[in-house]
């Protein structure tokens, strides 16, 4: 039986256990009643963690999370902050792999806090604004409690039955919300490279932020361009409304955007509303590479930290300093560079801390996210380097060739061994 209350009356007391390890519905889908009911009352319960893949509400502060333990695939959005008060225990991991690991127990949950619309005539409720591994936490949880937030979209895909939820708080309030990031000069150069890889027809998967932005405004003069992604922003509306997103030559879900996250603005949220035009789905189904497999023409468009001279890409930390995840990105390089007449970029600016370092390097400073037998193409504001079949030699040319000219000298003298030995 299905306990409803509101935000005032919730008690997690009732329902949580000493040690409890709870996994939170992410980024703009974050339940944040129940976070900050969590915050509130964590102390009184005791032992608990917290699994959230990625965070923008700010929330999660070091000061806030005093009471229980949290945990990611990585330092998204706002939880970068834990990893600086060392405060955040990362699990490197695949998108891909994130629900086989709740359903595994490795990652633990014993409950579920998520957020979803209003249930349906049929009483089932959309989970809104991100599918990604929701169902697996629901599937596995002692106690699932649900956040019904009548300003959350009801999308189309992911549905949750309400007898599923064991709790339901009922709240109104605006959803978390990222805005587009602002496009400089250095992220219209990159958007320029890499939209010359995107033709008609091409089906697109693309994250959020200036980058895929600015790119996205370079293909208005595309036809039929389709979309299966991780996660979509505001930039998706502008190319439906404007006739290039029509999803009509993919030879599998025609007609139909496929995503597992939005992460934007109301402007999506209300577009995103009823629209049988997009499918929320789960990560199993996003990220998975016999559906991928399924998709020709299929460019991904991934960002990175760092790249070296022979092509390994970091896009997770930086020396001590731990900024971004593993995320989708190498679900998404293996299928855009084995896609027929797809193509896999990394975009990342050539340099960092106002020109200082450059971003394309000797050796890298953290790990190796994307190996480099996995990588295509690598896109800065000085061009595209096509490393996919290409000697490591041939590869340090390239990558010299699209490094800031500041910083080609050093990289040449450095790729002088490689050059001669040819490895």
């Not at 608990?48 to 005093?66: D, N, Q």
């Not at 190319?239 to 934007?264: C, F, H, M, Q, Y």
């Not at 193509?343 to 890298?364: D, E, N, Q, V």
Request: with cysteine.
């Amino acid at each position: 039986m299905t306990v409803v209350t509101d935000a005032a009356g919730l008690d997690l007391r009732q329902f949580l256990k000493p040690g409890d390890r709870i996994v939170v519905g992410q980024a703009c889908g974050e339940p944040t009643t129940l976070i900050e009911a969590l915050i509130a009352q964590g102390r009184d319960i005791g032992g608990l963690s917290a699994f959230i893949a990625t965070s923008f509400s700010g929330l999660f502060s070091p000061e806030a999370t005093e009471s229980f333990s949290v945990s990611s695939m990585g330092a998204i959005g706002a939880l970068r902050s834990l990893t600086v008060a060392g405060k955040l225990s990362v699990i490197p991991c695949h998108v891909s792999q994130v629900g086989p690991m709740i359903e595994q127990g490795l990652i633990g949950c014993d409950v579920a806090l998520i957020q979803v619309s209003p249930a349906d005539a049929d009483g089932n409720h959309s989970l809104g604004l991100i599918s990604d591994h929701v169902q697996a936490a629901v599937a596995k949880a002692r106690v699932v409690i649900a956040e019904i937030n009548d300003q959350v979209p009801y999308t189309f895909g992911e549905l949750l039955p309400a007898a599923r939820i064991d709790v339901a708080v009922q709240v109104s309030r605006t959803p978390v919300e990222v805005a587009p990031g602002k496009i400089g000069e250095t992220d219209e150069a990159i958007a320029r490279f890499a939209a010359s890889y995107i033709e008609d027809g091409a089906v697109l998967q693309t994250g959020v932020g200036a980058v895929p932005d600015a790119i996205l405004r370079l293909l208005k003069d595309r036809k039929d361009l389709g979309v299966h992604s991780g996660m979509l922003g505001d930039g998706l509306v502008e190319l439906v409304e404007a006739g290039v997103v029509t999803n009509a030559r993919k030879p599998i879900d025609a007609g139909v955007s496929i995503n597992g996250a939005l992460i934007g603005t109301r402007r999506l949220y209300e577009w995103a509303h009823r629209n049988a035009a997009i499918r929320m789905c789960s990560s199993a189904y996003t990220h998975d590479a016999a559906v991928l497999a399924q998709l020709p023409k299929l460019v991904t468009i991934n960002s990175a930290l760092e790249v070296d001279l022979s092509g390994q890409v970091n896009a997770e930390q930086s020396g001590s300093a731990y900024m971004g995840g593993t995320g989708g990105q190498v679900d998404f390089v293996r299928a855009g560079a084995r896609s027929p007449g797809g193509r896999s970029i990394i975009a990342l600016p050539a340099t960092a801390k106002g020109g200082k370092i450059s971003r394309i390097t000797t050796a890298l400073s953290g790990p190796v996210t994307t190996a480099r037998s996995d990588v295509d193409v690598i896109v800065t504001e000085f061009g595209a380097a096509e490393l996919k079949g290409q000697t490591l030699a041939e590869r340090t040319r390239r990558l010299i060739a699209v490094a800031h000219p500041d910083f080609r000298e050093e990289l040449d003298r450095a790729a002088h061994a490689t050059q001669q030995r040819g490895f």
